[in-house]
């Protein structure tokens, strides 16, 4: 077992690193044991804890926020577009993919559009907090499976074809650990697609309330991630024609009292809420048709495993 070729979808023991081929059904079935040191995964309502100890902390994230996402993520031109560009950089840069492992997934929210969108052999959604998993499996098919672990250490290997960090390494102090991470659980010749929030000059409040350790700066990403051992495939901004409605937003001065903190991404009437939908999903369609921004709230980047 542990000459295996790492070419071959294996789970890994995160004690003794062992690794077991993955022939068929769940990367992480309930109750594994490994087979060379007898470690036994816990588990709690159904779903693999292999961080247990960071489980629902306030570790890079409030658990308690999860409520408020829940709720407000559907409507929200944010997230709606954002689902919109993610899941179209996929079908143009991998159709293939039949392995989608999503990392940070939250309440699900994408992982649910990433569901729609085609016929999958093995859909997974990780997250450390399992507060945000009990949402997801309200949004998910049963067949999706969820985890609980610590992205900076996936228990698996050449796992999954596709892979995604939607707006997380962000939140992680060691964010190359995470993508090194991403890297041993995709397969060569698949890829991965990772969003971030942009720009330094934006950090704001915002960014204090949501426990973020950076905004990146223009090609600091593709530069983490060749270095993780991935080619950058396509780069650019999103939000790139609300930019400076965002900026203004971010950097008036307001004060800081727990109303305004929970408000101060969803602060937004329907009227204005369509509006800003209708903008970005114009964005979306002329960056999946070829344009690349090059200034945006967020960066996206689509990379493949080499």
């Known amino acids: 077992m542990h000459g295996m070729s790492s070419s071959l979808p294996s789970r890994r023991c995160l004690v003794c690193n062992a690794v077991e081929r993955i022939d068929e059904g769940r990367v ?10 007898g470690h036994v995964v816990p588990q709690a309502a159904g779903i693999p804890l292999f961080a247990p100890e960071l489980a629902d902390s306030v570790n890079g994230f409030d658990p308690k926020d999860f409520a408020y996402l829940a709720e407000h993520e559907p409507g929200h031109f944010w997230f709606v577009a954002r689902n919109l560009l993610l899941v179209g950089l996929a079908d143009k840069f991998f159709p293939q993919a039949r392995r989608f492992l999503e990392i940070g997934c939250g309440t699900g929210f994408a992982l649910s559009a990433f569901a729609r969108s085609r016929r999958w052999e093995r859909l997974v959604g990780s997250e450390l907090h399992p507060a945000g998993l009990a949402y997801a499996r309200q949004r998910l098919p049963s067949e999706v499976e969820f985890v609980q672990m610590d992205a900076r250490d996936i228990p698996a290997v050449a796992a999954f074809d596709l892979t995604g960090a939607f707006d997380v390494i962000e939140h992680i102090a060691d964010d190359e650990a995470v993508l090194r991470a991403l890297r041993a659980a995709t397969q060569t010749g698949g890829g991965t697609i990772i969003a971030v929030p942009q720009h330094p000059w934006l950090w704001s409040r915002a960014d204090e309330i949501a426990h973020h350790e950076r905004r990146y ?6 530069a983490k991630l060749q270095r993780a051992g991935f080619d950058v495939l ?8 609300l930019l400076p409605l965002m900026a203004a937003s971010r950097l008036a001065p307001r004060s800081s009292s727990a109303d305004d903190e929970d408000a101060y991404e969803f602060g937004l009437g ?9 903008v970005l999903r114009a964005e979306v369609r002329l960056t999946l048709a070829g344009v690349r ?9 689509v990379a493949r495993a080499v």
């Open 28 to 37: 992480w079935p309930t109750g594994w044991q490994c087979p060379a040191c």
């Open 217 to 222: 700066r223009r090609g600091e990403l593709e």
């Open 293 to 301: 921004w090059p200034a945006g709230g967020s960066r996206v980047v």
């Open 234 to 241: 396509f780069s650019s901004s999103f939000t790139s024609l």
């Open 270 to 278: 329907s009227l204005a809420n369509g509006a800003l939908l209708a």
